[in-house]
């Protein structure tokens, strides 16, 4: 096929394409959103705050370990330790937000600051492990042996996408 043959056909199928766009009025590169990779139904996020997830998360939980009427108790303080966290981290996004909305402009902090800043999140993280393992050991010690092989996946700490679920690499520096 010669050069010029192959520059016209090449043409005529950009054409075609712009032409089909003209006509349709989608954006070639835009895709469905559930293609994107979110997690939408119906162009909305499915949950929007931590409270909502955690209720979700409880149902499942409950329902793959089968909790009997004898587990109620600690269930209960399990299921009300993760909702209390759940509403801490509701408070803090909207917190976070409305800062953000407000635009108010700062400086960047400064090495001693952002690490600072860094302990204090650590130190708010292990907050809310220890709140967690104290509800959590009961509730386990009281599953049986098939109930306890299931709680090693469900209740497992879940990281997703790198350091401490950052999505950045493992870094020290």
Known sequence: MSKTLAGALLLIGL???FALHAQTGAAPAAQPQAQQGTRHHDGKRA???PSERVEARLAY????????????AQWNAFAETLRNQARAADQRMQEFRAQREQGATRERPNAIARLEREQQRHAESATRINERLAVQRPLYAALSTEQKAIADEVL???RHGGHFGRGGSHRVV
């Open 47 to 49: 949950f929007t705050q």
């Open 61 to 72: 939980i409950r329902t793959a370990l089968k909790i009997t009427d004898a587990q109620q």
């Open 15 to 17: 054409s075609s394409a």
């Open 156 to 158: 497992a700490p879940r």
